[in-house]
């Protein structure tokens, strides 16, 4: 079974900086391209950042300059770096992830738990 175990986020001041991480569990699984999602209240979950196996990145103008997606294929891990947080930037914050099993040639979509991120004075 494919877990997507996340950390990091909670509560920071404008300005500030918080990092998030992102694990796929299981030895078997394999992870393709990863991203970042959030979710603020009473509003759709959107993209955040995404990054292919090979780290070719993209990520939403409203990040860019601010937030660094990367991530470490011997660790099936993927991170989110934010800094210059913003009130905006208040969500939960999901990583999701195309896995494949072993040498099986079908992508499944995964999401992690999601992890608050809230940013206020």
């Known amino acids: 079974q494919v877990q997507l175990e996340q950390s990091g986020g909670g509560l920071v001041q404008p300005g500030g900086s918080l990092s998030l991480s992102c694990a796929v569990s299981g030895t078997a699984f394999i992870p393709g391209t990863m991203a970042w999602y959030r979710q603020a209240p009473g509003k759709q979950r959107d993209m955040v950042a995404t990054i292919t196996k090979d780290g070719s990145a993209d990520y939403v103008d409203s990040v860019k300059g601010r937030f660094t997606i990367a991530r470490d294929n011997a660790k099936k891990t993927v991170y989110l770096q934010m800094g210059g947080l913003k009130p905006e930037d208040t969500a939960v914050y999901y990583c999701?992830?195309?896995?494949?099993?072993?040498?099986?040639?079908?992508?499944?979509?995964?999401w992690g738990q999601g992890t608050q991120v809230t940013v206020s004075s």
């Open positions: 999701n992830a195309a896995v494949r099993r072993g040498l099986s040639t079908t992508w499944r979509d995964y």
